[in-house]
């Protein structure tokens, strides 16, 4: 059974589960685990590992719309090494301090593989929620797609540091916030726009019809060609931008409060997930490995 | 470098860590992690494993004197099967709902080891540290010790039922939050009684001189001989019971608002940690494996 089917399933006994974090009595809280075979390429540095794990739960807490308070993150690997594990921790530092939170604490655990597991919680008493959208709505993506799909690439050549700073995404905490009052339904893009789009249509029982060209970033031109641009772009995901339906009314007032560009990429239709008029897949990259 | 002193190294970067969660503005988190080859043995049922695994993250919530308002787990593991992952589920409600929590979801991810981390909040306005003991408080255990190296011993002849019954401890949360008023320090004893001791100690600068007897679990003499007695109840831990320090005058007080038992075990000192005037070491049980 897939990871989607099993969610699925769960729905019914977990009615605050579904959303990128779950939300009880304002308070919001998601949990992530990541690990080397499949998050951290070869080069990946303990710092952007800390700051990597610890940002993709301070992006579930930005997807509600939310304002995030606190994170915490076990460290699991076979061996604890000072200088790694100071990495790691001015990593998680130093994301939480751009986002306006504080990295808190947490454990360490001998694991054989090095594998992270990072929680963050924070505060709304109105989270926006992937169920919101409506036909007619404008589909908006903030910042660029592609760049941890680039990031990727560059660790293959062994262009380690400017992939380790692809790699340190800036959690949308500000954009989130900006666009709660005007987002009818919102994820983050961690899977990909093209699975994002498939999770908001299914919640919110509707359609995605998307245009090209999409706001794909131009590391992506740098590290592929023309025929794999779609691809890293759309699919690849673990970029960690906001993907968001906005009734077309909103969408001035949505675009200058969101101090990150914010790009239309599409309506929101009845039914069909589409781009440029043909079905779009609800898959992801296929990861190596 | 072993775990605590890498934990140690970390107090100066993360002035919130060395409690059993981290507190701020009122709101108490936590995180753990938990596998197969060291936490749940052969025979442990996925409802346990979910039951037993947010169980600790709600303990680290008790031993802070809070009140927990949420927990989340990531689950990883080779294969999604489903009656597995619905009977983590239901262990995981049910231990949050006996503790007048809410389970609230998390995340699925493809491991290779069975893998388990959890979060869990909470709040209190008031919490107990690890650093407030002082000479001549009373030092206090709730409950039993050395049900869980009961439990593995009965894993290991196969009694699988009452192992797993065992292995699904109750957080101690009404007696945290009962402790709080009174007690100067208290913290969980999942690393074990003498582990405890020596934590509670260092943080707070001062001595522990425990005595015999102690309140060991009956299950242990059922497993073991006397001369392993001292052993499994004092040394093995991940028993999650709260073991606190109470200035005298308010231990009566303190025992009779405990609705669980609540049993004085020693005398906090100047210095030294000993059990019956011997030096008590600084170790947990040699886990096999």
Chains 1, 2 share one sequence.
Not at 36 to 52: C, I, K, Q, V
Not at 70 to 97: H, K, M, N, S, T
Not at 142 to 163: I, K, M, N
Not at 259 to 275: C, K, M, N
């Amino acid at each position: 059974m897939d990871e989607r089917t099993m969610l699925g399933l769960l729905a019914d006994r977990l009615p605050r589960a579904g959303d990128d974090a779950a939300v009880i009595d304002g308070l919001v809280v998601t949990i992530d685990m990541l690990h080397e075979t499949t998050d951290f390429p070869p080069g990946t540095t303990r710092y952007t590992a800390g700051w990597r794990a610890v940002g993709a739960s301070l992006s579930d807490v930005a997807a509600m719309g939310a304002e995030p308070t606190a994170a915490v993150a076990v460290y699991g690997a076979p061996v604890f090494e000072q200088a790694e594990i100071l990495a790691f921790v001015d990593g998680a530092r130093d994301v939480c301090e751009g986002a306006g939170s504080e990295y808190v604490g947490g454990d360490l655990d001998s694991h054989e593989e090095f594998t992270v597991s990072t929680a963050a919680v924070g505060r709304t008493d109105d989270p926006v929620l992937r169920s919101g959208a409506r036909p007619g709505d404008a589909i908006c993506v903030t910042g660029t797609l592609g760049r941890s799909a680039g990031a990727v690439r560059l660790f293959e050549r062994g262009e380690l540091e400017r992939a380790n700073e692809l790699f340190r995404f800036e959690p949308r905490i500000e954009a989130g916030r900006a666009l709660a009052p005007y987002a009818s339904a919102m994820m983050d893009s961690s899977d990909g726009l093209a699975r994002s789009l498939h999770q908001l249509a299914e919640a919110s029982a509707c359609g995605m019809a998307v245009e090209t060209p999409l706001p794909v970033d131009d590391v992506v031109d740098s590290v592929a060609g023309p025929d794999e641009r779609l691809e890293l772009g759309a699919f690849f995901g673990e970029d960690f931008e906001l993907v968001c339906t906005i009734p077309e009314p909103h969408l001035p007032k949505a675009k200058s409060a969101t101090p990150t560009p914010l790009t239309r990429i599409g309506t929101v239709v009845e039914e069909g997930i589409t781009l440029d008029g043909e079905p779009m897949p609800d898959r992801g990259y296929t990861h190596q490995g």
